[in-house]
């Protein structure tokens, strides 16, 4: 049975959201309050968009789910590259709440090469 877009888009919001409960985790973890306040600030701005997102996900545009399904998959990619810094101990924070920094393309091809190990 095929999986529809809508649960790929849930099943995408909820891993993203996964990752960020796991990133602010690792701040306290780690102690750094700071960047545990910013990130807690990002996952509540983050779920906000995520519930004015549902709406898309719960009309008949396709192609417009299509879009959002690819939004969050690198959403999900730039959340996950994150944590795994976070697990070898950087923190990084965005350079404004809201907005995703950029991931280099050098940093994608290591992660890819740790998570396929």
């Known amino acids: 049975?095929?999986?529809?877009?809508?649960?790929?888009?849930?099943?995408?919001?909820?891993?993203?959201?996964?990752?960020?409960?796991?990133?602010?985790s690792k701040c306290r973890e780690l102690g750094k309050t700071k960047a545990q306040t910013e990130w807690e600030k990002e996952r509540r701005i983050t779920s906000e968009k995520f519930d004015r997102l549902v709406v898309v996900a719960?009309?008949?545009?396709?192609?417009?789910?299509?879009?959002?399904?690819?939004?969050?998959?690198?959403?999900?990619?730039?959340?996950?590259?994150?944590?795994?810094?976070a697990d070898l101990g950087i923190i990084v924070v965005f350079d404004a709440r809201g907005k995703m920094l950029p991931i280099p393309g050098y940093l994608r091809r290591y992660f890819r090469g740790i998570h396929q190990n």
């Open 58 to 85: 719960e009309g008949r545009d396709e192609i417009s789910k299509a879009v959002l399904l690819r939004g969050l998959k690198r959403c999900w990619m730039r959340f996950h590259v994150v944590r795994k810094l």
């Open 1 to 24: 049975m095929a999986v529809t877009k809508e649960e790929q888009i849930s099943e995408k919001i909820v891993q993203i959201e996964q990752e960020m409960d796991a990133l602010v």
